[in-house]
């Protein structure tokens, strides 16, 4: 009954800006767990960010601190993904998910994802 919809990717050149956004309808937003991954080409997904559903913590992957920020508006059951400072090496198809079960360290522990949006950073 959750669905999940991601938008905001695009083409950007190297050291420019993103804003992902992802749009939860059905369900709690607010009692949410929610992520980013990645995938590239040939790789396996990959965690990115994640703020539990207090929105008191965030964690994110080593390679994209302090350039990536998490954030939740539940009044909009909405997450955001602010990516600046952008390497080619972050080109992927991004990823939102919820995990309603209160964990989000391992794949399996998200419930929804939604169908991603590409995110490409040239050189």
């Known amino acids: 009954q959750v669905q999940l919809a991601e938008s905001g990717g695009g083409l950007v050149q190297a050291g420019g800006s993103l804003r992902l956004s992802c749009a939860a309808s059905?369900?709690?937003?607010?009692?949410?767990?929610m992520g980013w991954f990645r995938q590239a080409p040939g790789k396996e997904r990959e965690f990115v960010a994640v703020t539990i559903w207090t929105g008191r913590s965030a964690y994110y992957l080593d390679s994209v601190k302090g350039r990536f920020t998490i954030s939740r508006d539940n009044a909009k059951n909405t997450v955001y993904l602010q990516m600046n400072s952008l390497k080619p090496e972050d080109t992927a198809v991004y990823f939102c998910a919820a995990s309603t079960g209160g964990y989000y360290q391992n794949l399996a522990d998200y419930d929804y994802w939604g169908q991603g949006t590409q995110v490409t950073v040239s050189s």
């Open positions: 059905g369900g709690i937003f607010s009692t949410y767990t």
